[in-house]
């Protein structure tokens, strides 16, 4: 505990030296709001002859430019600026975003304004893991994004309680403007509890896994839409008492390199809570390079599509998981009942090699993009101001599990479907309150804090 402490203390000393170092570039956020005239754009389609941001404290003008796929030589339509400043907003770096056209003399100037977030949080937390009200977590974190203007975050902490575990993560998802790189680093040492259902009915007990892994990864952004990373990482998982496929080694030990390429789709107007756009991941991991017994592969597929019908606006997700390799060790399988929830079987967990996961909702806003600010004396504005946004919705869930040499008419099917509201505190939380129902037409009351789609 004295070196974690330590660790912390030397991290912000660090970081206050950094800050300290920093120089803002404030020059191109400055126009003269007095001799600006707002256009109203609902019937006109206008040619934009220059862009100016305001409020850009600290976040590079680079950082936000880069969301704004604008063309200067064409007009721009309403659609388009609601466009961009939804994904400003989805940077996750300002409270508050708004884009407008001043006319200025001959020429028409688009207005980016901007109110920065807070940025530092070297904070005690209190959580829950796995979406799981029994399972709390706490500890300290100090987490710290748009380091140096370059909408980077900084993760580093350690958690007791449920699952404890240290953990640094660096992601730079601008680490070259020039040549649109991203990269991103991370380390994480945990002691976990076992998650497989099936490891568990060897000797009917729950056991505890070692768990260790250091990944450092670098990817492009093709365009605005299209990215791809690859990483390497050492993983390293040691269980209390060896059991077949509990780990594939009999030692009880599995020590392995991974390799990790994923692809990135991404025209979602805002990612937290999207109202047009497609998003679609693929991911393969290979577990297992060199001369070692482990030896398993790992593709992630999900799809997501949105768009209005007026009110409401339809979503719709698929997401699949295939396990395959010689040997398929219990915690490589893939699961509903943690990350992944069935609603109408929100408690419940399904273990399986491979499954494929199907989301379909309606949702009707309520509240968007409410903007409201606590008065509290000593407190920096950035802190008490929030963005909520507030819907009510239907939905249907189905999934199928799938495992090794098992024929398909066999697949296990899930589903439910219900109805709830969504509380989405940007840039922070999301709340669901849902009531659902299973295939047996079974009630469930829902409680979840995690992003509505």
């Given at each position: 505990m004295k070196f974690l402490i330590l660790f912390f203390l030397l991290v912000i000393i660090f970081i206050n030296h950094l800050f300290a170092s920093v120089i803002i570039d404030t020059s191109y956020s400055v126009i003269d709001s007095t001799h600006s005239k707002k256009e109203d754009l609902e019937n006109n389609n206008l040619?934009?002859?220059?862009i100016r941001i305001i409020g850009n404290q600290k976040t590079k003008k680079e950082t936000i430019l880069r969301e704004v796929n604008l063309d200067l030589s064409k007009p721009i339509s309403p659609d388009r600026l609601k466009f961009f400043e939804n994904r400003i907003l989805s940077l996750g770096l300002f409270n508050d975003v708004k884009i407008?056209?001043?006319?200025e003399a001959d020429k028409n100037v688009l207005i980016i304004f901007v109110q920065e977030a807070w940025y530092i949080w070297p904070l005690p937390f209190v959580d829950i893991?796995?979406?799981d009200w029994k399972k709390i977590t706490y500890g300290l974190n100090l987490g710290i994004q748009n380091l140096t203007g370059k909408n980077e975050s900084l993760n580093t902490g350690f958690s007791l309680g449920y699952d404890p575990k240290f953990y640094l993560s660096y992601y730079n998802p601008n680490f070259s403007f020039e040549h649109n790189l991203i990269?991103?680093?991370?380390?994480?040492?945990q002691k976990r509890n076992n998650r497989s259902i099936e490891a568990i009915k060897?000797?009917?007990k729950n056991f505890s896994e070692k768990y260790y892994a250091f990944e450092i990864g670098i990817g492009k952004?093709?365009?605005i839409f299209n990215f791809i990373t690859s990483s390497i990482a050492f993983e390293y998982l040691q269980t209390e008492e060896y059991y077949p496929l509990r780990t594939v080694s009999n030692t009880g030990i599995d020590r392995a390199i991974s390799f990790q390429f994923n692809y990135i789709y991404d025209t979602r107007d805002f990612t937290a809570y999207p109202k047009s756009g497609a998003n679609l991941n693929i991911a393969y991991k290979k577990v297992g390079l060199g001369e070692t017994v482990v030896d398993f592969n790992i593709l992630e597929v999900e799809a997501k599509k949105i768009f209005s019908?007026?009110?409401p606006v339809f979503y719709l997700r698929n997401y699949s998981r295939v396990l395959v390799g010689p040997q398929l060790p219990y915690y490589a399988n893939s699961f509903i009942g943690y990350r992944e929830r069935l609603r109408g079987y929100f408690n419940d967990i399904f273990e399986s090699n491979s499954l494929?996961?199907?989301n379909l909702e309606f949702r009707f806003p309520l509240i968007e993009k409410y903007v409201f600010k606590f008065n509290l004396p000593y407190i920096p504005e950035e802190l008490i101001t929030y963005n909520l946004n507030v819907d009510f919705h239907t939905f249907f869930d189905i999934a199928f599990l799938v495992n090794k040499n098992q024929v398909l008419k066999k697949t296990r099917a899930l589903n439910g479907f219900g109805f709830g509201f969504s509380f989405l505190l940007l840039p922070y939380r999301s709340l669901n309150i849902e009531v659902a129902w299973n295939q047996l037409l079974k009630p469930q009351f829902i409680f979840d804090l995690n992003l509505p789609f």
């Open positions: 040619i934009i002859h220059e407008f056209v001043s006319k893991a796995d979406r990269l991103k680093l991370r380390t994480v040492l060897i000797n009917n952004r093709l365009n019908l007026g009110n494929n996961f199907s």
